[in-house]
């Protein structure tokens, strides 16, 4: 069974950078495609990136294209969100999940391993 826990979380200014890492226990962790999402006050959950299992192919949503880079250390059981231009509006508990199902990699349905989230906080 795979556990994740996310940490890089904080409060920066808008147009800041951050990364947040996503460690994961379990020898299955690289069968994983692997995803972050948040989660903003009085919003439901948003797809934010995910990665396939090998590292190759990528998601990200709309918002976040250009701007958010998900990438993955198979090797360290590692997954990464870099964050570059933050905004105000990218404000939310961000989690990192294991895509566990068969379907779309955008869809928190198919992810049943989740963490238990990292707050990130950008002020204007």
């Known amino acids: 069974q795979v556990h994740v826990v996310e940490s890089g979380g904080g409060s920066v200014q808008a147009g800041a950078s951050m990364r947040l890492s996503c460690v994961a226990s379990g020898n299955s962790f690289s069968s994983f495609g692997m995803g972050w999402f948040r989660q903003a006050p009085g919003k439901e959950r948003e797809f934010v990136a995910a990665?396939?299992?090998?590292?190759?192919?990528?998601y990200y949503a709309t918002p976040v294209k250009g701007r958010f880079t998900i990438s993955r250390d198979n090797a360290k059981y590692m997954v990464y969100l870099q964050m570059n231009n933050l905004k105000p509006e990218d404000t939310a508990v961000y989690s990192c999940?294991?895509?566990?199902?068969?379907?779309?990699?955008?869809?928190?349905?198919?992810?049943?391993?989740w963490g238990p989230g990292t707050q990130v906080t950008v002020s204007s």
């Open positions: 999940a294991a895509h566990t199902g068969s379907e779309s990699y955008t869809s928190a349905g198919e992810y049943s391993i």
């Open positions: 990665i396939n299992p090998t590292g190759n192919t990528f």
